[in-house]
């Protein structure tokens, strides 16, 4: 069977942090980055007590050898607050995410499309949290943020669509959701009628539409009948 490409990956990721260490000392930033691209690995392999020591090792780095407007302070603090999310301790992600918004901003400006994501998070982690006040504008932001940059099609919008209709249906606003989900369903056959495959998150937009319909009191008739409209508004059928 083939090796999944982590397995081949750490060990080179490894050997280049070693040599990192010993070109550089332990407390350098270049260490810093081996560290943290080893954890993602890790961490993407759902070995989040293996990762979350190297990322608090990558950030101590950071914070002792870098100013505290830099990209990499950043993305050591986003990493960091990604692990802590995912393991549940909110109230720990949180001020990380701030910090690194805040500095993202600092250096890439309002409205850059890498900063999408950290107002995406940083709202979904409210959400979660049961914030949903606060967490909507932050939502709108990074909506606005992708459309203006990638353009209305993209599936990273769709993505970002799907947030905001989940947000709405979460504070009982169905009709206002409903034509954002659909949206987020049309751009991903959109890109199915241009690259000639179903895109991997089609099915799920499929599914999240059905629920909302039917959560808004339409029968199976009416549902097929919306589903119809949002291919034909592709262009397709």
Request: proline residues 6%; contains cysteine.
């Amino acid at each position: 069977p083939t090796r999944r490409s982590s397995d081949l990956a750490e060990p080179l990721i490894r050997r280049a942090l070693a040599i990192e260490e010993t070109l550089h000392g332990l407390d350098h930033p270049e260490v810093a980055t081996e560290l943290d691209n080893l954890a993602s690995l890790l961490l993407d392999a759902n070995r989040q007590a293996e990762a979350e020591p190297l990322f608090r090792r990558a950030l101590a780095i950071c914070e002792a050898s870098l100013p505290p407007i830099h990209p990499n302070m950043a993305r050591a603090l986003n990493n960091l607050a990604a692990l802590l999310s995912e393991t549940d301790r909110p109230a720990e992600a949180e001020p990380l995410m701030r910090r690194a918004l805040a500095i993202n901003l600092a250096i890439l400006g309002r409205d850059h499309p890498n900063l999408a994501r950290d107002f995406s998070d940083l709202a979904q982690l409210l959400r979660d949290t049961g914030r949903l006040a606060e967490a909507e504008p932050l939502q709108r932001r990074a909506l606005a943020i992708l459309e203006a940059g990638l353009g209305p099609d993209h599936p990273d919008v769709a993505v970002c669509l799907n947030n905001l209709a989940r947000l709405l249906r979460d504070t009982n606003r169905l009709a206002e959701a409903e034509p954002l989900m659909r949206r987020h369903l049309v751009i991903f056959l959109i890109f199915q009628r241009a690259t000639g495959h179903a895109h991997p998150h089609r099915d799920a937009a499929v599914r999240n539409y059905e629920n909302l319909l039917s959560s808004m009191g339409r029968g199976r008739g009416g549902i097929r009948l919306a589903l119809r409209q949002a291919y034909r508004e592709a262009g397709l059928g």
